[in-house]
């Protein structure tokens, strides 16, 4: 009986480490041609920063300095989502396409190290660093920290690290169908019909994610992170996303330093999917995101 249980445990896993990892849908070469848009590495690392075609940069002194922010008046981290073994999607570059079209703002991206292969104390040493690197080139610009889903419980966790640190924090914090506790032991979560996501192969990427002593730590579960330097943090959250109940705990116990925005009958990263006219709420919630920005 333990065998065959460890057996669907595996097949689980390659599952959902196939539909995230190998069935991604990949950048194409022309996909940024109308923006500025440069890879790069940190440490180990591919960075992506895009900003608006309409700024006139130097080549050369850009690969030197690869947060040049130029003219943009806004600078968004984004942490991108995918339960923290997924690469980035089709969706998201579009997404990205869109706010630079209305808000003007420069985005950098980081390819954050991935379970099941690293854990998040790997991701930390990529993130803090790339962090302290951002806010010491934004200067007086306005800095927003973003992310969807597991990229969403990345970007709080490294607000509160960064909090206990006493860097600059974000001047805004979107959170888009934030994870935040990979440990789904809210009750509430079984009483969700979440067409998107599976609870039981999010614990086990979270596992992965957690490695093993993670668990505990605010640093895969924000949830149980410092809340006294919270503020200006966004949560947009459909109630059918199994992830709802812990943001939505979360916001209530800190009432004042998070603004909760929920969407009946919305879905999992349901923000993200504006160019999906059947997808409920998604321009509403996209619009908020936009109004977020720029207010």
Do not use: C
Not at 174 to 196: A, F, Q
Not at 250 to 255: C, E
Not at 287 to 292: A, D, G, T, Y
Request: proline residues 4%; charged residues 25%; glycine residues 4%.
């Amino acid at each position: 009986m333990l065998i065959l249980f460890l057996i669907f445990i595996i097949i689980l896993l390659a599952v959902l480490y196939y539909e995230l990892r190998f069935a991604t849908s990949k950048l194409s070469k022309n996909a940024f041609d109308d923006y500025n848009f440069f890879k790069t590495k940190f440490i180990s690392r591919d960075v992506f920063v895009i900003s608006p075609k309409n700024e006139v940069l130097d080549n050369e002194k850009q690969k030197n300095d690869i947060f040049k922010l130029n003219k943009s008046s806004k600078v968004i981290l984004y942490l991108h989502g995918g339960s923290y073994i997924g690469e980035l999607e089709k969706y998201h570059w579009n997404f990205f396409k869109d706010v630079i079209d209305e808000s003007q703002s420069t985005i950098i991206v980081p390819d954050y190290p991935l379970a099941p292969e690293h854990t998040y104390a790997e991701v930390f040493k990529i993130m803090e660093p790339l962090y302290k690197e951002i806010i010491e080139k934004v200067n007086d610009k306005e800095f927003i920290l973003m992310g969807d889903s597991a990229g969403a419980g990345l970007a709080l966790a490294l607000y509160q690290r960064n909090g206990k640190l006493d860097y600059r924090l974000p001047d805004k914090t979107i959170l888009i169908s934030p994870w935040l506790d990979v440990r789904m032991n809210n009750p509430k979560i079984d009483e969700i019909d979440d067409p998107v996501l599976n609870k039981a192969l999010l614990k086990l990427s979270g596992k992965k994610y957690a490695g093993k002593n993670g668990m505990k730590s605010y640093l895969v579960n924000p949830v149980l992170g410092p809340t006294d330097r919270l503020k200006n943090i966004y949560i947009l959250s459909g109630t059918r996303d199994i992830l709802n109940p812990d943001a939505k705990e979360f916001a209530l116990n800190n009432k004042g330093k998070i603004n909760f925005i929920e969407y009946s009958e919305a879905i999992h990263n349901f923000v993200l999917m504006k160019h999906k006219a059947e997808t409920l709420h998604a321009k509403e919630g996209y619009n908020k995101i936009i109004e977020i920005i720029m207010s």
